[in-house]
C-alpha cells in the first residue's frame, strides 16, 4: 500500500499540472480542482471511507501558497 505522504505529492504534482494547463491561479480555483480530482479518485475507487478525505482535501487546498510560489511571473 501506498503511503499518504507520497499519494499526497502525487496528488499535488497532478493538481499543480492541472491548474497550470486551465490557468487556475487562485485560491477559489485551486480548491475546485482539488474538489474535482477527490471525487475523481472515489469514483475510481482509490480513495474511500477509510481514507480521511477532509483531512486530504484540507492538505491539498492549503498548498496552495506552495503552487502559488511555483507561478512563473507574467
Given at each position: 500500500m501506498e503511503s499518504v505522504e507520497m499519494d499526497i505529492e502525487e496528488m499535488f504534482f497532478?493538481?499543480?499540472?492541472k491548474a497550470e494547463v486551465e490557468g487556475a491561479y487562485t485560491q477559489?480555483?485551486?480548491d475546485g480542482?482539488?474538489?474535482e480530482l477527490m471525487e475523481e479518485?472515489?469514483?475510481?475507487g482509490e480513495l474511500g471511507e477509510e481514507d480521511d478525505l477532509e483531512g486530504l482535501k484540507d492538505t491539498?487546498?492549503?498548498r496552495f501558497?506552495?503552487?502559488e510560489e511555483s507561478i512563473p511571473l507574467m
Open positions: 497532478q493538481l499543480r499540472d477559489s480555483e485551486w480542482l482539488v474538489d479518485r472515489i469514483e475510481r491539498l487546498k492549503a501558497e506552495q503552487f
